[in-house]
């Protein structure tokens, strides 16, 4: 970009900047000039996309004979102008106008490494492969987003500070050998001692740094066409030997056609542990929450029908499948499993304790119904469940009008349109019917922390800018973490390309995710979309 761009694009973002601080209605007629001068000096310097949109804009404003402006819609009405303008802070110009596309099938890595320069190199390698990753220097972290991310494909780095890779290994040992998660091990110790250990405690393979990174990127590949074909053939949830969801749509279109055929309706259940996060805090982590969770599944297969299904639909939740069965009918047997199951006592160490579930059930009597739309009534059921105190069982009722829970969405940038850019794009991520979204704007900590909007017991999305004059982006996330209801937050904090300590002490402090400067909307939005799955 040439000097006579580069002076324009200041001169267009000088005069957004001071039309969105003023807050102040922008007369018509500066409007125009604005974008007339813009289009007639664009395509002159070779800004020929700034210079298009901009006369298109001025055509619109032509038509559109408005008095004045409010700064919020002039800013909405600028976007794509904006966007360019901001080019340093949001990359690729050229992807704004494309189509979003975000595949279910996108593998996920988890990336453990306390070298923070060769994390941020790797996780940025394997992005451009298209995967989506995780990166983190902790291994605590890194045991935790193990169980919550469900990678394709585990690479740890074998020396840490913290605990060498061997000790992260030899604590999901037992694990993986329920879960098929290729591991591969990355150290500058390629002595056979090494090697062969970490072939003992489970490692699917081992790279020697520095690594020749084309061949490391096909190797991983391969492990994740592999995990990925596994995952297509098996029927089952590997660690609980419950039936898996890709197996449920096809059991449900089986159902239909019986529906089709003899006109008896069956039922679909949605089952969810209570407070099951409370047994990994209290009780020796997730090893405690997955025998849980295997004698959850043993119990229902034991008293259930033979011809019953019981499916793991993600995390504690679970789907019931009843053929053959009226709402009553379920309701009945659903209560009957709820009463034996809370009398079912657990043990850990000198510890004993209890524990229950939530439901939500419907009848499915339409061929027209959509595994979608059965999920979204039981679901809705199963939030009146837990709303109203857990431990209990509500019938669906498309009749019913169920409150929508409630996710909060804060944006805290001290650059006002960096944060109507973020808005917008969070405004469209489309979260499903179960979420209210409320979005919220804060130009930095202070204001967001004296604000009454965080003091609920909501779920809260936070995209935090690192570096702020008023309490930067650090100061900030570690306020969150102290807080008792920390679990409440999920952070994904932006950083400059070159602060490398700011990286690693976000890690430390708990970022679920960190993006660089100048990053693509497409790619926020993609992160955005992966760290949903976590919140619930």
């Not at 804060?442 to 999305?461: C, L, M, N, P, R």
């Amino acid at each position: 970009m040439d000097k006579y761009q580069i002076a324009l694009l200041a001169n267009v973002r000088k005069q957004l900047q001071e039309w969105t601080d003023q807050n102040e209605e922008i007369p018509h007629e500066e409007v125009y000039r604005f974008l007339h001068s813009i289009s007639g000096t664009s395509a002159t310097i070779g800004l020929h996309y700034l210079g298009d949109r901009s006369r298109e804009l001025m055509e619109a404003v032509e038509k559109n004979q408005k008095k004045t402006w409010d700064y919020s819609e002039l800013n909405t009405f600028l976007l794509d102008i904006i966007k360019i303008c901001y080019q340093d802070e949001i990359q690729s110009v050229e992807d704004i106008n494309k189509p979003i596309e975000i595949s279910e099938k996108t593998a996920n890595i988890l990336l453990v490494d306390d070298d923070l320069s060769m994390l941020m190199y790797l996780k940025e390698q394997f992005e451009k492969q298209g995967w989506y990753v995780l990166a983190t220097a902790s291994k605590e972290k890194a045991i935790t987003a193990f169980y919550e991310l469900k990678p394709d494909c585990f690479v740890v780095d074998v020396h840490m500070k913290d605990g060498t890779g061997f000790d992260i290994l030899s604590f999901l040992r037992d694990k993986t050998k329920q879960l098929f998660v290729p591991i591969v091990m990355m150290s500058v110790d390629n002595q056979r001692e090494t090697r062969l250990k970490a072939f003992k405690l489970g490692a699917d393979d081992f790279f020697v740094k520095p690594l020749d990174m084309e061949e490391s990127l096909l190797r991983i590949g391969h492990h994740i066409e592999r995990k990925q074909m596994f995952n297509s053939y098996l029927m089952f949830d590997e660690l609980t030997g419950a039936y898996n969801r890709t197996y449920l749509k096809e059991v449900y279109s089986q159902q239909l056609s019986s529906y089709d055929r003899l006109k008896e309706p069956f039922c679909l259940a949605i089952l969810d542990l209570d407070f099951f996060k409370r047994i990994n805090d209290q009780y020796d982590g997730h090893l405690m929450g997955d025998r849980v969770l295997q004698a959850f599944v043993e119990y229902m297969k034991h008293e259930i029908r033979p011809t019953d299904y019981i499916f793991r639909y993600g995390g504690e939740e679970f789907i019931l499948l009843l053929p053959k069965t009226n709402i009553k009918e379920a309701e009945t047997v659903l209560n009957r499993l709820l009463d034996l199951f809370v009398k079912k006592v657990f043990t850990h160490q000198s510890n004993s304790f209890y524990c229950s579930f939530s439901g939500g059930v419907v009848e499915v009597h339409n061929t027209e119904w959509p595994l979608e739309k059965a999920l979204h009534q039981a679901d809705e059921a199963l939030y009146i469940a837990k709303e109203s105190g857990r431990q209990k069982i509500v019938a669906s009722s498309q009749s019913k009008l169920v409150k929508k829970r409630t996710l909060r969405m804060a944006i805290i940038d001290d650059d006002s349109i960096i944060r109507t850019m973020l808005k917008e794009l969070l405004s469209k991520i489309d979260v499903g019917d179960r979420y209210e979204v409320k979005i919220e704007v804060f130009k930095d900590g202070i204001e967001f922390f004296e604000s009454q909007w965080i003091h609920s017991s909501d779920q809260y999305f936070v995209i935090l800018d690192g570096m702020m004059p008023k309490m930067d982006g650090l100061e900030v996330l570690q306020k969150l973490r102290q807080n008792k209801r920390h679990d409440q937050y999920t952070v994904i904090m932006l950083t400059s390309r070159n602060s490398e300590q700011d990286i690693q002490r976000a890690l430390e402090l708990g970022a679920d995710d960190y993006m660089t400067k100048p990053f693509k909307l497409m790619e926020l939005e993609a992160r955005v979309r992966h760290l949903m799955k976590k919140v619930k």
